[in-house]
């Protein structure tokens, strides 16, 4: 599995970036896509997750109602749409991926185990 971010830079407090995560490799029709960021000096936090299975997917609290993470299943692209972002939200983001052999579903975002990750994309809030 190959898995490919972009879409990060600078931006206003309050303003919207939509970060893309391109995959490939993936063996199975099951697997679960997340994204994971990590601020300077701090822990690696998850974000959102979608699950290939149903659809299904999560959030962190802190980014609920601002953040929307769907698929494009023709581009084979996991999208994270950020939306009112804060100058808390300023981190390196990870889209990262885990293939299962069965209809397995991720149901939290707290789940950081994943067995691939892609590179990082830097996301800045300032003004």
């Known amino acids: 599995v190959q898995l490919q971010a972009s879409g990060g830079g600078l931006v206003q407090p309050g303003g919207s970036l939509r970060l893309s995560c391109r995959t490939s490799?993936?063996?199975?029709?099951?697997?679960?896509v997340g994204w994971v960021r990590q601020a300077p000096g701090k822990e690696r936090e998850g974000v959102s997750l979608?699950?290939?299975?149903?659809?299904?997917?999560h959030y962190a609290d802190s980014v609920k109602g601002r953040f929307t993470i769907s698929r494009d299943n023709a581009k084979s692209t996991v999208i994270l749409e950020m939306n009112s972002l804060k100058t808390e939200d300023t981190a390196v983001y990870y889209c990262?991926?885990?293939?299962?052999?069965?209809?397995?579903?991720?149901?939290?975002?707290?789940?950081?185990?994943?067995?691939?990750w892609g590179q990082g994309t830097l996301v800045t809030v300032s003004s």
């Open positions: 990262a991926a885990s293939e299962f052999g069965d209809r397995i579903r991720v149901t939290s975002v707290e789940y950081l185990t994943y067995d691939t």
């Open positions: 490799g993936f063996t199975s029709d099951y697997y679960t």
């Open positions: 979608i699950n290939s299975a149903d659809d299904t997917t």
